[in-house]
Structure formats: structure tokens, C-alpha cells
């Protein structure tokens, strides 16, 4: 590896705003690259799930790459460069790993997420909850909030309640949804999701991945089913929902027959 590619990186970034350089990139602000730095994060996801590591070392090049535009931009500005970055990003790790870099004991992933939010408390956070971004995909926000509330405490020990709490929100949305009422059908289904969120928690399975996963998963088999009918010169509006779901269970258990160790399909 070069030794001095990040270096490399920040200059090409220079020269692409400067005076001879880039047309889109000397237009792009802030706010205007916000959906790259997104459309970049879930590439990085996809690369991973799909175990392409190839693709992976491309996509974690195009997300430093948004850190950096971001940063050519805020050192334009006068604010700060990417040293300033770099500087407060080491600092961050060093005081909040003092059982690494300093003289404090821990014993466990528990304890250090504990450690970790009394540490930011110190820091002037003024609530638990801080640091989840009010922007983030509700699934990841939920997960996120459920997580930053059981390191202080407020969790319930093992996962029986949690079933309990799912039910009982089932049947609040059953009830809404009998009486009529969109409001509280909204409302009753939100904390469904909620509860199965925190669920996932205690199964250790990230909602994200999961739901992902499983869109994929209903893509992937519904585009079979277009495919096959395609073949057959059938249209699928006008097939009876019986035989497309007689042509989708075939197809599922034809993918488990497969991939029969594979737990994503």
C-alpha cells in the first residue's frame, strides 16, 4: 500500500474543487451530498451481506471518500480540515477505551458499553438517548434507542416479557383496527414494531439485516414467479391468486432444496 494514499486522496479532492478542476464537484455542498453519503453506506451493507469483498474494498473507498468531500468543504469554509478530523476522532478512541489506553478494568462487551455511556455522560451528553440521529431509518433508530436505554438499565432482564409485551400490542391493534380508528391503528402498530424490535435485541439479530434479508429474499422469489408466467405466456393480473401462490411455494421449496444451508434464503 502506498504510503502516502490518504494523503494522495486529499489532494485530488483539492485539486477536484479547485479553480481547474471538477464542474459537479466544485457545485456539490453539504447538503447536497447527503444522499451519496446514504447511497454509499447501504452499498457497503449490500457488499457485506453478499460476502463480496472485492466490492467491499471499492464501496468503504467511496464512503471515505464522502468523509473527505465533506471535509475539503468545511475547510473552504474556514471551520475545520480533515486533520481536524483525524485529531478528534483518535482523541474520541483514546478517552473512551481507558481499560485500553489507560488504567481502567473491564471485563466484558456489557461493562464497556456501560463504561462507555458514563463516559459520555462526562462528556456533557445530557441524556441517554443522545446520539441516536432523529434522521436514521426507524427500524435502526428503535434498535439504537432500545440499546442506549438498557446500558443505563432500563431493560428487562431475559425475553419473556418481550414476547408478552408483542401480544399484548397485537391485540391493541387488533382492537384499533375493529373499532375503526386510523389514528390509533397508526399508532398501536408503531408499538408493535417497536416491541418486535426490541425482540430482535434479545435474539441478537439486527432488524435492519433482518427485514433486509428478507425483502431480498420476496424480490428474489416474485421475480421467479414473474419470470415463469412470463414463459408461459400467462398474465400474472389475471391469474388466480391460488395458482401464483401454488407457483411461489414451488419456488420456495425449490430454493430450500438448494441452498438448504443457507440461513438468508
Same mark, same amino acid.
Given at each position: 500500500? *502506498?504510503?502516502?494514499?490518504?494523503?494522495?486522496?486529499?489532494?485530488?479532492?483539492? $485539486?477536484?474543487?479547485?479553480?481547474?478542476?471538477?464542474?459537479?464537484? @466544485?457545485?456539490? +455542498? %453539504?447538503?447536497?451530498?447527503?444522499?451519496?453519503?446514504?447511497?454509499?453506506?447501504?452499498?457497503? =451493507?449490500?457488499?457485506?451481506?453478499? $460476502?463480496?469483498?472485492?466490492?467491499?474494498?471499492?464501496?468503504?473507498?467511496?464512503?471515505?471518500?464522502?468523509?473527505?468531500? %465533506?471535509?475539503?468543504?468545511?475547510?473552504?469554509?474556514?471551520?475545520?480540515?480533515?486533520?481536524? &478530523?483525524?485529531? !478528534?476522532?483518535?482523541? @474520541?478512541?483514546?478517552?473512551?477505551?481507558?481499560?485500553?489506553?489507560?488504567?481502567?478494568?473491564?471485563?466484558?462487551?456489557? *461493562?464497556?458499553?456501560?463504561?462507555?455511556?458514563?463516559?459520555?455522560?462526562? *462528556?456533557?451528553?445530557?441524556?441517554?438517548? /443522545?446520539?441516536?440521529? &432523529? +434522521?436514521?431509518?426507524?427500524?435502526?433508530? #428503535? %434498535?439504537? +434507542?432500545?440499546?442506549?436505554? #438498557?446500558?443505563?438499565?432500563?431493560?428487562?432482564?431475559?425475553?419473556?416479557?418481550?414476547?408478552?409485551?408483542?401480544?399484548?400490542?397485537?391485540?391493541?391493534?387488533?382492537?384499533?383496527?375493529?373499532?375503526?380508528?386510523?389514528?390509533?391503528? *397508526?399508532?398501536?402498530?408503531?408499538?408493535? =414494531?417497536?416491541? &418486535?424490535?426490541?425482540?430482535?435485541?434479545?435474539? %441478537?439479530?439486527?432488524?435492519?439485516?433482518?427485514?433486509?434479508?428478507?425483502?431480498?429474499?420476496?424480490?428474489?422469489?416474485?421475480?421467479?414467479?414473474?419470470?415463469?408466467?412470463?414463459?408461459?405466456?400467462?398474465?400474472?393480473?389475471? !391469474?388466480?391468486?391460488?395458482?401464483?401462490?401454488?407457483?411461489?411455494?414451488?419456488?420456495?421449496?425449490?430454493?430450500?432444496?438448494? !441452498? @438448504?444451508? /443457507?440461513?438468508?434464503?
Amino acid at each position: 500500500m *502506498e504510503d502516502n494514499a490518504f494523503e494522495k486522496l486529499v489532494e485530488i479532492m483539492s $485539486r477536484l474543487r479547485g479553480p481547474d478542476g471538477c464542474p459537479w464537484d @466544485k457545485e456539490q +455542498t %453539504h447538503d447536497s451530498l447527503k444522499p451519496y453519503l446514504l447511497e454509499e453506506a447501504y452499498e457497503v =451493507l449490500e457488499a457485506v451481506d453478499r $460476502r463480496d469483498f472485492d466490492g467491499l474494498r471499492e464501496e468503504l473507498g467511496d464512503m471515505l471518500l464522502q468523509s473527505v468531500f %465533506h471535509a475539503q468543504l468545511a475547510s473552504e469554509a474556514g471551520l475545520f480540515n480533515i486533520q481536524d &478530523v483525524l485529531k !478528534t476522532l483518535n482523541e @474520541k478512541l483514546v478517552r473512551r477505551h481507558p481499560h485500553v489506553f489507560g488504567e481502567a478494568v473491564i471485563t466484558g462487551s456489557d *461493562e464497556q458499553v456501560r463504561h462507555w455511556e458514563k463516559i459520555k455522560k462526562s *462528556e456533557g451528553k445530557k441524556s441517554a438517548l /443522545d446520539g441516536v440521529p &432523529v +434522521t436514521a431509518p426507524s427500524l435502526l433508530r #428503535a %434498535h439504537r +434507542t432500545q440499546q442506549k436505554a #438498557a446500558a443505563v438499565g432500563f431493560d428487562w432482564p431475559e425475553a419473556s416479557p418481550v414476547w408478552d409485551k408483542i401480544r399484548e400490542e397485537l391485540d391493541e391493534l387488533k382492537e384499533a383496527v375493529s373499532a375503526g380508528k386510523q389514528d390509533a391503528v *397508526e399508532e398501536e402498530l408503531g408499538d408493535l =414494531l417497536f416491541a &418486535v424490535v426490541n425482540l430482535s435485541r434479545f435474539l %441478537h439479530v439486527h432488524p435492519e439485516d433482518a427485514l433486509r434479508r428478507s425483502v431480498d429474499k420476496f424480490r428474489r422469489r416474485f421475480r421467479a414467479v414473474e419470470a415463469e408466467m412470463e414463459s408461459a405466456g400467462r398474465d400474472m393480473r389475471k !391469474t388466480p391468486l391460488a395458482e401464483l401462490d401454488a407457483v411461489w411455494d414451488r419456488i420456495k421449496r425449490e430454493e430450500h432444496h438448494l !441452498t @438448504k444451508d /443457507d440461513p438468508c434464503v
